[in-house]
């Protein structure tokens, strides 16, 4: 089970800016901010935005993402559009990913850091 999954970011209150529009669609809410930090969850951290603790420049993974899984369709249209309007760009607007399965509906974005998310959903609305 994993308990939570940070991404790095350079700029907390950009990435603040930016997750404190996306996350709430997701169901996680703000639970803590700092200068080094954004910390979101329900009931219990999950997400995290936060400068590394090496003092080096946060990077994107090359090939890793995060998905987050979300009731229906509209879920994730609205993920995708609110992150395009908060500084996100799309890495896959939403839609079926018949290659995952001939139910999966899916939309990729990367963060204003570069990491990449999803919302997806198995649901046929």
């Known amino acids: 089970m994993i308990h939570h999954v940070s991404v790095g970011t350079n700029d907390v209150a950009r990435a603040r ?19 080094r930090a954004v910390d979101y969850g329900s009931g219990h951290l999950l997400f995290s935005a936060e400068t590394p603790l090496d003092g080096a420049p946060a990077t994107a993974g090359n090939g890793s993402h995060i998905a987050f899984a979300v009731e ?3 879920m994730v ?5 609110t992150a395009l309007a ?8 939403p839609g079926i990913r018949a290659d995952y399965d001939a139910h999966y509906y899916g939309a990729f974005v990367r963060d204003p850091d570069g990491n990449k998310i999803e919302a997806m959903t198995y649901s046929a609305k």
């Open 17 to 35: 800016a930016f997750y404190d529009a996306v996350l709430p669609i997701v169901g996680l809410a703000l639970m803590k901010a700092s200068d």
């Open 72 to 74: 229906d369709r509209a």
């Open 77 to 81: 249209d609205r993920f995708h559009a």
């Open 86 to 93: 908060n500084g996100g760009t799309s890495d896959g607007a």
